[in-house]
Structure formats: C-alpha cells, structure tokens
C-alpha cells in the first residue's frame, strides 16, 4: 500500500502540552476534480493555483490526557470558530480524526482545543473546507514532527497533503504554492492519488502572481455539498469521459503553462468550468448552481476579452461565484472594469480581490 509510509509509531509522548499555529490558503482549480473512489482518492487528476488572501488561520492547542480518558477510537476536541464555540463543526472534523488516526495513532493521547478563523467572510459562498482542512492538517503535522523531530520537510509536507485530503480531497492541494497537482496523472512525474505536489514542470512567469477576483454572486449556503456531488458521478452517464477530458485538459496545460499561451489557457481553464457545471446538469438527481448574474458575469467577461484583448477569463466552483482569472499586468484595467461594470451582478456589490500565492505558513 503506497499510504504505508505514512502511518506513524504509536509512541507514547512524553510532551505534556504544546501549541501549534498555522496559516491556509485556499485555492482555485483550473482542471476540477469531481468525481472520487472509496478513501478520498480522487477519479481525475486536478490543478489549481493556490491563493495568497483567502486563507484560515487556526491554532491547535493540545493536552495530554491519562490513559483511563483515552480513546482509541475517537479524538476529544472543541472547535472554537471566530471566537464562538461551534458544535456544528464537529462532526467533519471528527470524521477527520477518524479517517486520520491509523496514520496518527498518537492523537489518543492527547485531547485538543482548535481555534480557528477566516480571512473572508463567512457566508461569503466560498469554501473553507479546503484552507480549514489543510490549516488543521499541518497543525497536527506539526505536533507529530515534535514527537518524531528527525522526520524531513518533504515527508512533512507531503504527509500534511495527505491528511489534508482524506478532511477534504481539495484540501490536499492547498500546503504549497503557485500551482499543485494531486492524481496520477501521466505526464507529471511523481504525481499522485494520495497527495497534492508542487506543479513540478516550466512554467512561464506570467502565472507566479496571475490575479483571481472573485465575484461574489451568491453568499449563501451551496444547495449541494461537494461530497454529495461526487457522489453522483457513481454512475453518472459521462463519468468515464469526463475523467478522460480532465486528463486531456492536463496534457494541454502543459505546454500552455511553458508558453504562456494564454489562449489554450483560457480555453481549458473555461471548458473545465463549465464541465464541471455539465456533470451537476446531467446527474441523476440533476442540479444547477449557476445564478442568472453567473451568466451575466460570464458574458460581460467574453465581451471584455473580445473588446480589449486583455486575456482575461473566468472559471467556477460548486457554486454561483465567478473567479475571473487575468495577468497582473492587467490589473489596473480589469479593477477598473469590475468597479463600472461587474459590481452590479455582485450580492450587495461585494468580491474579493486574490491572486496566486506561496501556500501555507507556520506561524
Ligand atoms: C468543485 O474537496 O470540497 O471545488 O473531498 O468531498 O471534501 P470533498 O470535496 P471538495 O470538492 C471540491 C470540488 C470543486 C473542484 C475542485 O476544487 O477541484
């Protein structure tokens, strides 16, 4: 089993108490992953760009606890969320313990308070899944390097990916920065299922601190969560070619990225958006996430590329919010374009500004 290597000794620690903090961004997929197999593995590879402002920030404060209170089984945590307590967290974090502990049996030892908060609203429509898990991820990384202090940065980084994942499989694509792959996929060497790695092939400078304002159209609470989406692509009449297209618009990418040839960018980067959406579309129940000013968003976006030139474009989530996606050098223009333009499509004439970022940081 390649996850082996992962599983840490069951030591008893001899550290009393201690805590960790840790800054996670999230991040945008270019190629989506949609779609998984049993244990957070995901059906096709994905990439993103990570994100430098919409991060979490969380603090893990642990204890060690007698052994008449552990629990082989079950983690004792609290989740405080922006200084309130929040019940209502627990269960996906316990069910992260739970999927982490046969790496992690050390965690019995311990009972944990998280402390955790947002640089983006909370009911901002965007996902926190994805920095949440992968803040959380590292936290306990970080208590598992102080038990085993000669552990190297690379298994740190690459085990904190791994647990990230099994929380939230995007999440594993949000420890390093500016691009991440995770899943296999042929063309990227030491790519793989189980966690995310760094975009290890030439990319042209353009994308270091290429620019993501994302439009918030719809801030309330996704019709559909995303584990129940890809739960739908079991069976899903296009799954098999949808799978293959991801694998496809991977390939592509590769000399785009090398190049700068910002026009098959553009055309992969949309086409995955609107598959994406496609799967929702045409799954059995179908769904629809987009709004009408999605749609009007992502017009204005095409007459803007189509007037201009600027190379700018869009791309989606699981959700109505667009991530319009454009060069740095074209910053002051596009800013310009969403204060006269595209505020008006905006829930309460609200984005948020981001662009690609370094990944995740201790603090
Ligand atoms: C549409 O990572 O949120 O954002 O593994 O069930 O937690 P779970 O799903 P999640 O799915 C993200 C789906 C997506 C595309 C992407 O980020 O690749």
């Keep these: 089993m390649p996850d082996k290597e992962f599983i840490a000794a069951d030591v008893n620690p001899t550290i009393e108490n201690g805590s960790v903090s840790w800054e996670a961004p ?63 967290f627990k ?28 640089s983006f609203p909370h009911s901002s429509g965007i996902a926190s899944s994805a920095s949440g898990m992968s803040a959380l991820a590292l936290c306990v990384m970080s208590l598992e390097k102080s038990l085993f202090p000669e552990m190297s940065d690379d298994f740190f980084n690459k085990k904190a990916s791994f647990l990230a994942r099994l929380g939230s499989g995007s999440a594993g694509r949000s420890i390093k920065g500016n691009m991440v792959v995770w899943g296999e996929h042929k063309d990227v060497l030491l790519s793989s299922d189980y966690y995310g790695i760094e975009y290890p092939l030439k990319t042209n400078a353009v994308f270091k601190d290429y620019q993501d304002t994302i439009l918030l159209v719809d801030k309330g609470i996704k019709q559909v969560s995303s584990t129940v989406g890809h739960d739908l692509m079991h069976g899903h009449p296009f799954a098999e070619a949808r799978f293959k297209q991801a694998n496809d618009h991977l390939s592509e990418l590769i000399p785009a990225f090398a190049d700068a040839d910002l026009e098959t960018f553009i055309k992969i980067v949309e086409s995955e958006a609107l598959s994406l959406h496609s799967m ?56 310009e374009f969403v204060k006269n333009e595209l505020v008006v499509y905006c829930e309460n004439g609200h984005y948020i500004c981001d662009e690609v970022g370094e990944g995740a940081k201790m603090l």
């Design 91 to 118: 269960p996906k974090i316990a069910s992260f313990f739970k999927r982490i502990l046969p790496y992690c049996a050390y965690l019995k030892h311990f009972r944990f308070e998280i402390i955790s908060e947002n």
């Design 280 to 335: 929702m579309m045409s799954s059995d129940p179908y769904f629809l996430l987009m709004k009408p000013n999605t749609l009007a968003l992502i017009h204005k976006i095409w007459e803007k590329r189509e007037q201009s030139g600027i190379p700018v474009c869009f791309t989606l989530d699981a959700g109505a919010n667009v991530h319009m996606l454009y060069p740095s050098a074209n910053k002051e223009e596009i800013l």
């Design 26 to 88: 999230s991040n945008i997929a270019l190629v989506k992953y949609w779609g998984k197999k049993e244990n957070q593995i995901p059906a096709n590879p994905s990439l993103s760009f990570t994100l430098k402002n919409c991060k979490t920030t969380t603090k893990l404060n642990y204890v060690k606890v007698t052994e008449a209170h552990q629990n082989s089984e079950e983690i004792t945590f609290e989740v405080i969320f922006e200084g309130v307590k929040k019940e209502s």
